[in-house]
């Protein structure tokens, strides 16, 4: 592990220490290879020039299940190249479409000018066959720039998300990160793949990875997660531009649809202290804060239109979640 950095997950699901139970893994991977086409006008994350470790919530277009948890929002966290889906009593499953530490290429004191990394996603396609894709684009290796003070290495990748199927891809693009290279990570483990019913405190989980030739990886459900970190089986290569993993666990639409128009905002989110809760609504709301451990720890009432500041720095830092009467819910992280 980074000894700068702290442990795996440690800075973004600190907070959670509900593990929940799963009697199966529901994915089973497939390899395919199709060209790399880069996003053409993608909503890029609000993450500053710079960024390394961001730590965003986006909403998702449609309810998407991820295993066990039904998604309609995503937080990008870890090093900045997990992706991971959390209920509202802190279930958590995670994407892990590649374990490296992916920080912005302008951090290199000698990058060119415009020489940026982006996070972006753009949904493509009709209900209810669209899919929702996230991009990786033009990312360096922190290992290279904080190490050796070069951003020679590049990482392009694609996460997608099929609607109504509940298929996952993870698409690889070009790359100069080389197998050579992979000594950069220090030991740590060099996987694609998932995490389910993650438990920070027992840093525990389920943890179905790749291992071998990229190309054409085994892969495995470990259920000891120390042990697996500490000892593979990890991946030998780089996956190169043009492969892809696909994780196909049959059909998985959610047949009762929840509307995704909001009802209320929370703004800034995440927010450090000081927020505001919009009613967007015409008519009284009444407003609950839940933490991940299910434990009720603020309510508040708004008038129609109405916005109330909040300063909530006696909460501990972490992932609540704000839900109104009608059942609507939106995720609150507090650094």
């Known amino acids: 592990m980074h000894s700068s950095k702290g442990a795996i997950v440690a800075a973004v699901l600190s907070a959670f220490c509900f593990l929940s139970t799963q009697a199966q893994f529901p994915y089973e991977a497939s390899v395919f290879t199709e060209s790399y086409v880069e996003l053409q006008n993608p909503t890029l994350l609000d993450i500053e020039l710079g960024w390394d470790d961001p730590e965003l919530i986006f909403p998702l277009p449609f309810i998407f299940p991820i295993g066990d948890v039904s998604a309609f929002e995503l937080s990008l ?6 992706i991971y889906a959390m209920d509202e009593i802190g279930s958590i499953n995670i994407l892990w479409p590649l374990s490296v530490d992916v920080i912005d290429v302008s951090n290199d004191p000698n990058a060119a000018s415009g020489d940026v990394s982006t996070i972006g996603h753009q949904t493509e396609g009709n209900a209810p066959n669209r899919i929702f894709k996230i991009e990786w684009n033009n990312c360096g290796l922190y290992e290279e720039i904080d190490g050796n003070g070069t951003s020679n290495i590049r990482l392009n990748w694609q996460v997608w998300l099929h609607e109504g199927s509940g298929i996952i891809e993870y698409r690889f693009g070009p790359t100069t990160f080389a197998v050579e290279d992979i000594f950069l990570l220090e030991g740590e483990p060099f996987t694609s793949g998932m995490i389910f019913n993650w438990d920070y405190d027992g840093y525990t989980g389920n943890i179905y990875a790749a ?15 120390e042990s697996w970190y500490y000892g593979g089986p990890f991946l030998d290569n780089v996956p190169q531009e043009g492969q892809g993993y696909r994780f196909n666990g049959g059909s998985t639409s959610i047949s009762d649809p929840v509307s995704l128009e909001a009802s209320f905002q929370l703004y800034p989110n995440p927010t450090s202290g000081t927020f505001w809760v919009s009613n967007l609504s015409s008519h009284f709301q009444n407003y609950t804060c839940v933490s991940a451990s299910g434990q009720v720890v603020e309510q508040w009432t708004l008038a129609p239109r109405a916005i109330l500041m909040l300063d909530e720095a006696n909460l501990a830092a972490g992932i609540y979640v704000v839900h109104d009467e009608q059942g609507m819910r939106q995720k609150l992280m507090i650094r």
Request: hydrophobic content about 35%; proline content about 5%; cysteine-free.
């Open 211 to 225: 291992s071998g030739d990229a190309a054409a990886p085994s892969w495995s459900l470990e259920t000891d997660f």
């Open 77 to 82: 966290g870890n090093y900045g190249e997990m």
